[in-house]
């Protein structure tokens, strides 16, 4: 069945550095991919997408890596900053009808180290 | 920016009586959409909405909950009746179609004693 998962529930990183956070799908039906940041006592805020026919996408410090053959997914920020730390889903939409729902994955929450 | 809201931010009832979750969806959005997060788990879908009737719903949306949009511009979850298990808060959501990326609002929190 469709499933999403994240590898780890929690990532630490010091202020400045890189971070990446993965996640694994195992519909290979999937196309369309989300990554969401929720804030403690907030909705799920969108951050960036990508569909099945791209393997990259960039925004304004994060980018997402798209790797179909193995179902995988990982969101990567530059320069993490204090106000970076939340819980972060990867996210699928499916549906049929053209109706889609969001099926979220677990979560990583992000802690940033001053 | 547009944004979705909802109201109230927080709602505390006894078990076995009604709520009704408010929501009002960016304007231009033509699809709605309601999820919960129980506390430490992950987001749960519930139900979408499309054209004045459900499109789809999950298991967890039973003969106890419903929707509706009342206007043009709210946008409703009604709990009949409800148990200890629902609270959480529920996320309203909107999309301009169907396959395109849904915007949430903050939440209500509901809290069933």
């Known amino acids: 069945g469709e499933s999403v998962g994240l590898h780890l529930p929690t990532l630490s990183v010091q202020e400045g550095d890189n971070s990446i956070i993965n996640c694994a799908y195992s519909?290979?039906?999937?196309?369309?991919f989300i990554w969401y940041k929720q804030e403690s006592g907030k909705g799920p805020q969108f951050i960036i997408d990508?569909?099945?026919?791209?393997d990259k996408r960039q925004g304004q410090r994060v980018t997402v890596l798209l790797n179909k053959t193995v179902k995988h997914l990982s969101l990567q920020i530059a320069a993490t900053q204090p106000g970076d730390s939340a819980v972060y889903f990867c996210?699928?939409?499916?549906?049929?009808?053209?109706?889609?729902?969001?099926?979220f994955g677990t979560g990583t929450k992000l802690q940033v180290i001053p | 920016e547009p944004e979705v809201t909802q109201t109230p931010s927080h709602q505390v009832t006894q078990m076995g009586q009604e709520v009704i979750l408010r929501c009002v969806p960016i304007?231009?959005?033509?699809?709605f959409y309601w999820y919960r997060q129980i506390l430490g788990q992950k987001v749960e879908f519930l139900v979408s909405f499309y054209n004045n009737e459900i499109s789809e719903k999950s298991e967890i949306f039973d003969d106890q909950f419903s929707v509706e949009r009342p206007d043009g511009s709210n946008f409703t979850l009604k709990i009949r009746s409800t148990k200890l298990e629902d609270s959480a808060m529920y996320f309203c959501?909107?999309?301009?179609?169907?396959?395109?990326?849904?915007?949430f609002g903050p939440g209500t929190r509901l809290t069933v004693l």
């Open positions: 519909n290979s039906a999937s196309d369309y």
């Open positions: 959501a909107s999309s301009s179609s169907g396959a395109d990326t849904q915007y």
């Open positions: 990508i569909r099945s026919n791209m």
């Open positions: 304007s231009n959005h033509l699809y």
């Open positions: 996210a699928e939409m499916a549906g049929s009808g053209g109706y889609q729902k969001v099926t």
